[in-house]
């Protein structure tokens, strides 16, 4: 049974550029959830999807985007980066509708913008 | 609203030694309650959770009990180990299935 991937672990841009982060949920997990983690706080719920479709959304700005496939696979996309979006990103999948609260996490990718 | 407010680190004990982490919580509606830790260049695992007052969860020697009256679910282990180094994050949920509201991590450093 795999865990979830994240794709890159590392990468640095420039303020102002678009990136897209990509997660490979858990086998039979169907929801999958994005956190931010700025340095030395606590991860922020930025959004979830299920069904392909978003389901529930943190406090973040509509530059933030996802898109969920079929596979269950997910990405994050982030328009317009600015310097206060250096963080690290952190996947998690779950399975809906199964009230044991199993999410499984991804080791993140560590976002830098300069 | 929804928060989570846990012991400031960072936390440095010797080996074998008792260690407490406090967090506290207020939450809208009925929250489930959650540790998590996370290793170096790891992402985040859970650790233990408890889903109603007075439930006591357990895992690898740590222990944290749901007190509804306190609004707290501090962490416990009696004596810990150098591979128990780590941030510890305190967590609510107040909707299964749905997001998480996480405390800003405690860092613990066991030396021998």
């Known amino acids: 049974e795999t865990g979830v991937t994240q794709s890159p672990t590392h990468l640095i841009k420039t303020r102002g550029q678009q990136v897209t982060l990509r997660c490979s949920s858990q086998?039979?997990?169907?929801?999958v959830s994005w956190y931010q983690q700025a340095l030395g706080q606590g991860p922020q719920f930025i959004f979830q999807?299920?069904?392909?479709?978003?389901?529930g959304r943190g406090n973040f700005p509509p530059r933030f985007s996802g898109l969920q496939f079929p596979n269950y696979s997910s990405e994050l996309n982030v328009n317009a980066l600015e310097l206060d979006d250096s963080a690290l990103y952190l996947c998690?999948?779950?399975?809906?509708?199964?009230?044991?609260?199993?999410?499984?996490f991804g080791s993140g990718t560590r976002l830098t913008v300069v | 609203g929804n928060s989570v407010t846990q012991m400031e680190g960072p936390v440095t004990l010797s080996e074998e030694a008792f260690l407490t982490i406090n967090c506290t919580y207020t939450?809208?509606?009925?929250?489930?309650l959650f540790w998590y830790v996370q290793y170096p260049g790891e992402g985040l695992q859970l650790l233990l959770k408890?889903?109603?007052?007075?439930d006591k969860g357990s895992n690898k020697g740590f222990e944290a009990t749901y007190r509804k009256e306190t609004t707290s679910f501090h962490l416990e282990k009696g004596s810990v180990q150098v591979s128990d180094s780590a941030v510890y994050f305190c967590?609510?949920?107040?909707?299964?299935?749905?997001?998480?509201?996480f405390g800003t991590g405690t860092s613990l450093t066991v030396i021998p």
């Open positions: 967590a609510l949920s107040v909707s299964a299935g749905n997001q998480f509201y």
């Open positions: 408890a889903t109603k007052a007075d």
């Open positions: 939450a809208t509606g009925y929250p489930s």
């Open positions: 086998s039979g997990h169907n929801t």
């Open positions: 998690a999948s779950s399975l809906a509708g199964v009230q044991n609260y199993v999410y499984t």
């Open positions: 999807y299920y069904r392909e479709e978003e389901n």
